[in-house]
Nanobody
Framework: LVQLVESGGGSVQAGGSLRLSCAASGYNARNKCMTWWRQRPGKEREEVAAIYSGGGYTKYADSVKGRFTISQDNAKNTMYLQMNSLKPEDTAMYYC??????????????????WGQGTQVTVSS
């Protein structure tokens, strides 16, 4: 049974930082992509950042570039999202997802097979 468990969410003031973790069990991310998504109130779910387990590839939404950093510890089977300079518009439920395909020159493609339950991030002004 594959399980993805997010943690690290919480409430923070604008300008603050949080680090989200996504611990995977029953899953080997080898040669696959993992992704952070978020769903803001009243908005559609959006991709925040993606990372290829084989190394050398990350992708960020324009809205978080320069503020968020995605990383992965393959030994711990855990993905992270370091979020700095948080803004009220970053308030959302954050989800991790796994098992997208990776293709050279294209990046992470296709749907994710596995999803976590989400962790809430609230940024106050």
């Amino acid at each position: 049974l594959v399980q993805l468990v997010e943690s690290g969410g919480g409430s923070v003031q604008a300008g603050g930082s949080l680090r989200l973790s996504c611990a995977a069990s029953g899953y080997n991310a080898r040669n696959k992509c993992m992704t952070w998504w978020r769903q803001r109130p009243g908005k559609e779910r959006e991709e925040v950042a993606a990372i290829y387990s084989g190394g050398g590839y990350t992708k960020y939404a324009d809205s978080v570039k320069g503020r968020f950093t995605i990383s992965q510890d393959n030994a711990k089977n855990t993905m992270y999202l370091q979020m700095n300079s948080l803004k009220p518009e970053d308030t959302a439920m954050y989800y991790c997802a796994a098992d997208r395909e990776y293709h050279d020159y294209i990046g992470c493609v296709g749907p994710s097979t596995y999803w976590g339950q989400g962790t809430q991030v609230t940024v106050s002004s």
